[in-house]
């Protein structure tokens, strides 16, 4: 049986924003990610290449006391093949799998190809963060249950 990925998303999160949902899987540890997305933000601004940010947010997820894995290689294989190798940004307490991304506008494959990621990975979780004009996160889950697509909102 093939996992089935649940996205969860919220297109702009605020600091001290809280989701509706409390059944998210690692909410204090996304919390304390997501917060230290917002810290690099508001230190770094908008306009630096993704690594820039990756790294920034490595450090203040150290900071935090956090175990953070930066580049993580992946195998990829077909029908037992391997067929190439892709790294994650970055891996947190080995549980969330964080993508970085930058930009004018957030890529739409974004949240497809951290999909992919997860199922490479087989880590449960994933964050999309983009640090673009604003921060915003999404939020992907990969679960063995049925398929759903929300946007979950923000309260403010």
Known sequence: MRPIAHYIA???MTAGSKFSNDSYPHRELTRQIIGACFRVHNARGYGFLEVAYRRALAV??????LSVEQEVPYELTHL???IGTYFADLVVESLVLVEVKTGLVLDPVAVPQTLNYLRASRLPLGLVAYFGPRVSL?????TWQ???VR???VAE
Do not use: Q, T
């Not at 203040?60 to 006391?65: M, N, Q, V």
């Not at 999404?138 to 990969?142: A, F, H, N, P, S």
């Open 10 to 12: 919220s297109s702009v």
């Open 60 to 65: 203040e997820l150290r900071l935090a006391g």
């Open 151 to 153: 946007d979950e909102p």
């Open 80 to 82: 037992g093949c391997s």
């Open 138 to 142: 999404k939020r992907v889950i990969l």
């Open 146 to 148: 049925g398929h759903s």
